[in-house]
């Protein structure tokens, strides 16, 4: 040890000048030894395994991609950064520098702010890259429309409430436990934060993992046609935010006499953080599900949203266009192979629509959670007539491959679009049962089936009589170009219920 | 005067840690001896605002830290090495001590030069970048100094500074030490009365949480004439003055 003199000593001490600089000198030595630093590969081995992989399994449409990152990237993260938080907001009474610490001029809210800073930065950083990836495949594959930031957002502000609530757990229970026990406790607090929700009224949607009518699961229906509604997504990072500052004012208050003015700015800005957060609940109870399949809260609704998207469909070159969403391009090949043969049949026939086109799902909110979606209004309309649809992929459920699509498809649309051609009012003949029989045979569709939801059914769904199988194999087995003549000339004659089994070739 | 204490008290429970110390200190280095469980790390710790006084009056470096704004001011110009040094095993050296002159408020523009002269006052400028998970008992409490000095404190409070040092470290930092005092008010709390003898100016010597002698080392060692117990004459003054409070 020497006794010399440090260059330091020729000035004074006092910092009255670049605090910003010193708080960003400590912001990144903080950063340099944060225990989140360590614990970014297993969050992001963890979204890879969740929330990665789920989103990958949906096809490529944003708003499944997207509601599942958020609530992917939540469990995946929130683990992590809790135990992290908690390990640093405990670090100084573990490694016995509360003294040392505490008396520093530095106030003890500057010092538990920055380490928090530090850690939460790490947590952003991870999830940011990680909602990157995911966005950026996403971005390759899918075929139109774009990010949605709403539920990146919400996810973000959701990570840095985990955070602070770690971080104060940590700092009030400072014990080495408390780093794996605040890490179990924000998965149970997850996990259990979505038990309580009944309807679409709840005041449980506050929770983050909620991104629309709960136990409604990723649809692909939901936010295609009409924009994701922010409503939810903005009083959820209400109060996540609001929830954040409260937990970082309370733990700010400052230990020790005097300080007035800052125990009072702390403890108004808790107040503030919790006003804030007792009010994103009141609103989130005041939600309702729209039409569209999406949480609508009035106070924080904006009418623009509920304007349908503008696009431009993208069409198959058949002889009756079949017309999706440009968002579902990709299943445009699929949904056409499996409608092709039995529009081959009914191509220029009278009454045959001259596109089929893919339409809107409505949504409407059943007992409980329950949920129901169906095609609005009429499944033929306008003129020339145009058959409307759901695809399978719309409507609530597990979500599907492409040829499972494909193959629901042609189940549920082909027969519905064969019975709207022959005639499908109450107390059709057996002519007709006849002649849609046989068309669904010549297009190789099954012969009972359901009706595709929102498309008028077939009226036969049971076993046909035996005279009416016999007259429907005559007719299938007639060549396409008499069958199609035929019908040319009799179909009307059909619908109107003149033509008896007999009259059938 | 940099330190000036009248009837300060200090109560844990039932226990009275310090029961009324009248102290008056400038700048140079002031012993303070007593037996375990004196009060002198109490004392300390209250001189370094880390708890407050049951009862009396303090006022360090001419404020008074019982109000936010002047116990920041003095916190500025503070440095403390407590008895069992906490210390963040992932930082190096160099970052434990740039981290107390950042919390120090030491201006940012000076904190290299100011983290790089108080690593080699205590002679770890070869360890700056060392982790001090990787130091030896002897370089962390030196790693302790660096960063309680780190400041250019105007009050620097050391308990048990040489612990753990070896002989010719001591000798280095009582020569710190007597450089420090020129212009702080160094107190060393110690049980190594030949610390006190050849760095300090003044010594009070502690016990049952009272301040039983204060004065220079010289006056200690003449109390300790013709008294049997100690192998050396401060030893003797120190077990004198003892014997006489106790009596």
Request: glycine share 10%; aromatic share 6%.
């Amino acid at each position: 040890m020497t006794a010399v003199r440090a260059p330091a000593a020729a000035r004074p001490v006092h910092a009255t000048r670049g605090h910003l600089r010193a708080a960003a000198r400590l912001l990144r030595l903080e950063l340099r030894r944060n225990a989140m630093a360590w614990m970014l590969p297993v969050a992001a081995g963890l979204f890879w395994l969740t929330a990665y992989h789920k989103a990958m399994a949906a096809p490529p449409l944003w708003n499944l991609r997207a509601t599942s990152m958020q609530k992917g990237a939540l469990v995946a993260f929130a683990c992590p950064v809790a135990g992290a938080a908690a390990w640093m907001g405990s670090r100084e009474a573990r490694r016995h520098t509360t003294d040392l610490v505490t008396i520093t001029a530095r106030p003890r809210w500057a010092r538990l702010l920055t380490t928090w800073a530090a850690t939460t930065c790490w947590a952003m950083m991870g999830y940011l890259g990680c909602v990157a990836v995911l966005y950026g495949v996403t971005a390759q594959q899918a075929t139109w429309g774009g990010p949605l930031w709403w539920p990146a957002a919400v996810a973000a502000a959701g990570l840095s409430a985990v955070s602070a609530l770690g971080f104060a757990a940590g700092t009030l229970i400072p014990s080495r436990f408390t780093a794996p026990g605040a890490a179990i406790a924000a998965f149970f607090a997850l996990a259990l934060s979505t038990v309580l929700i009944h309807g679409s009224q709840s005041y449980w949607q506050i929770s983050p993992l909620v991104t629309g009518p709960w136990d409604i699961g990723p649809d692909a229906g939901v936010a295609t046609f009409y924009p994701y509604l922010p409503d939810l997504s903005i009083a959820q990072v209400m109060f996540l935010t609001g929830l954040t500052i409260a937990v970082l004012g309370a733990l700010l208050l400052p230990n020790g006499p005097g300080g007035g003015w800052l125990r009072a700015a702390a403890a108004t800005v808790s107040a503030a953080g919790l006003l804030a957060a007792g009010t994103a609940v009141a609103l989130a109870g005041t939600g309702k599900m729209d039409a569209h399949g999406m949480i609508a809260i009035p106070a924080l609704h904006d009418a623009v949203n509920d304007r349908p998207v503008h696009y431009t469909p993208v069409c198959s070159r058949t002889a009756i266009p079949v017309c999706l969403n440009p968002a579902y391009t990709s299943y445009l090949p699929a949904a056409t192979a499996a409608l092709v043969p039995v529009l081959n049949e009914i191509a220029g026939l009278p009454g045959a629509p001259a596109r089929i086109s893919q339409a809107a799902a409505t949504y409407q909110q059943g007992i409980g959670n329950s949920v129901r979606a169906s095609l609005a209004g009429p499944s033929i309309s306008g003129t020339p007539p145009v058959l409307r649809l759901l695809l399978p992929d719309q409507l609530l459920g597990p979500g599907m491959t492409t040829s499972a699509l494909a193959t629901a498809l042609r189940a549920s649309a082909g027969p519905a679009i064969v019975a709207g051609v022959t005639g499908d009012s109450p107390g059709v003949s057996p002519a007709q049962h006849a002649v849609a029989a046989a068309l669904r045979m010549s297009a190789g569709l099954p012969q009972s089936s359901p009706s595709a939801p929102g498309m008028q059914p077939p009226t036969a769904t049971g076993p046909l009589p035996i005279p009416v199988r016999s007259a429907a194999r005559r007719f299938a087995a007639l060549p396409a170009s008499a069958r199609h003549a035929w019908l040319v000339h009799h179909l009307a004659a059909l619908r109107a219920g003149r033509i008896t089994l007999a009259q059938l070739p | 005067m940099n330190v000036e204490i009248t009837g300060l008290t200090r109560r844990f429970g039932q226990n009275m840690a310090v029961a009324g110390v009248d102290l008056r200190a400038g700048p140079g280095v002031f012993g303070l001896l007593g037996p375990n469980g004196a009060g002198k790390t109490s004392l300390l710790r209250m001189l370094a605002t880390a708890i407050r006084p049951t009862s009396g009056r303090l006022r360090l470096l001419g404020r008074d830290p019982g109000s936010y704004g002047p116990r920041r001011e003095i916190r500025r110009r503070l440095g403390y090495l407590p008895q069992n040094l906490g210390y963040y095993p992932g930082f190096t050296v160099a970052e434990f001590v740039e981290y107390f002159a950042l919390l120090k408020e030491v201006p940012a523009a000076q904190i290299p030069a100011a983290v790089a002269a108080a690593i080699e006052r205590v002679e770890l400028g070869g360890e700056a970048k060392t982790k001090l998970r990787a130091l030896s008992g002897g370089m962390l409490r030196r790693a302790g100094i660096a960063q309680a000095i780190v400041n250019e404190p105007g009050l620097l409070l050391l308990d048990e500074p040489t612990a753990g040092l070896d002989p010719e470290q001591r000798v280095a930092f009582r020569a710190l030490l007597r450089e420090l005092g020129q212009r702080a008010t160094v107190v060393v709390s110690t049980h190594l009365v030949e610390d006190v003898g050849a760095a300090c100016t003044q010594v009070a010597l502690m016990d049952a949480g009272k301040i039983v002698f204060h004065g220079a080392p010289a006056d200690l060692t003449a109390r300790g004439e013709g008294h049997g117990t100690g192998d050396a004459p401060l030893e003797r003054g120190y077990s004198a003055v003892l014997a006489g409070a106790r009596s």
